[in-house]
């Protein structure tokens, strides 16, 4: 007599799983390992150089975390601070970034991100500006929108001139980059948009167009006083512009043909796939994440 065989099932779907689990984790340091390592090697790099000056790298690394990660501040340097202001310079990284991010997903070098930036600035300025008695509900968004609309533009151009004359978008980014900042000198030093009797500066956006900060302003805040913290709603806004970017590249059509012209423009056009189009919109889109 033959005794039943246990059921297998159980470890089979245990198996399935687990194996699931692996080929993820596998995933992950695969992702992981390029970033980490090139990490490693300028920490090595910046070590040497700081030695060569006759420095102590492990003091220079310790108040770069500090600053960066509020981790290890001596006495006398609040972390909260710290952290805030990495924030707040955090929040125009990641929409530059991201401006970055999805050209290179469309097979495009956009080196122009500091000048889509900049028009994005200055569009963003008048709007504050002139626009300044209007609600801030109302306000706020029309600043941002200019914002990205200065960055579109900007970002457009070089989308224009690749798709119709095939001019390189490395050297036509950087050119728009210097046109960009020579236009902001020319508008606030001796130009249109300078305060009287003041240098190099424009006009103040109003008020009500301001982010509202995140910490309430008035008392004291991790043993400060709460107007110290710069950190404001820019930082959701940039979050989840970045998880949109995520939707967009992942599970829109737009996304996928981005995707397409960036791995194969002949298999692109193959597919059905309007290469000059993409990558029009794909640098309107950058110019406009950086603007915002």
């Known amino acids: 007599m033959v005794a039943p065989a246990a059921p297998t099932e159980p470890r089979a779907n245990g198996t399935a799983k687990d194996e699931r689990k692996g080929t993820f984790l596998d995933r992950a340091v695969q992702a992981l390992k390029l970033p980490a390592s090139s990490l490693v090697v300028a920490l090595i790099i910046g070590a040497v150089v700081v030695v060569g000056i006759g420095k102590n790298p492990f003091d220079a690394y310790g108040a770069l975390i500090c600053g960066g990660l509020a981790i290890g501040c001596p006495e006398g340097i609040n972390p909260a601070y710290q952290l805030s202001e990495t924030i707040v310079s955090m929040t125009p990284l990641v929409l530059a970034g991201l401006a970055v991010a999805i050209s290179f997903r469309a097979g495009l070098f956009n080196i122009g991100a500091q000048g889509q930036l900049l028009m994005g600035a200055i569009f963003a300025t008048f709007a504050g500006v002139y626009l300044g008695s209007l609600p801030g509900i109302i306000l706020i968004p029309i600043v941002i929108l200019a ?111 981005i995707r397409a012209v960036g791995q194969s423009q002949r298999a692109a056009r193959y597919a059905g796939v309007s290469v000059r189009s993409n990558i029009i919109v794909t640098m309107l889109i950058a110019g406009a994440l950086a603007g915002v």
Not at 214 to 230: I, T, Y
């Open 147 to 257: 914002g990205a609309l200065g960055g579109a533009i900007w970002g457009g151009i070089v989308g224009v001139l690749k798709a119709t004359t095939g001019a390189n978008e490395v050297v036509t980014t950087i050119m728009l980059n210097y046109i960009a900042l020579y236009f902001e000198k020319y508008l606030v030093v001796g130009g249109p948009f300078q305060l009287p009797n003041l240098t190099s500066t424009s006009p103040s956006i109003s008020d009500s167009a301001k982010l509202p900060h995140l910490l309430p302003a008035s008392g004291e805040v991790f043993g400060l006083p709460g107007s110290v913290f710069r950190v404001n709603l820019g930082i959701i806004i940039a979050l989840l512009i970045a998880w949109g970017f995520w939707f967009l590249m992942q599970r829109t059509s737009l996304g996928y043909e």
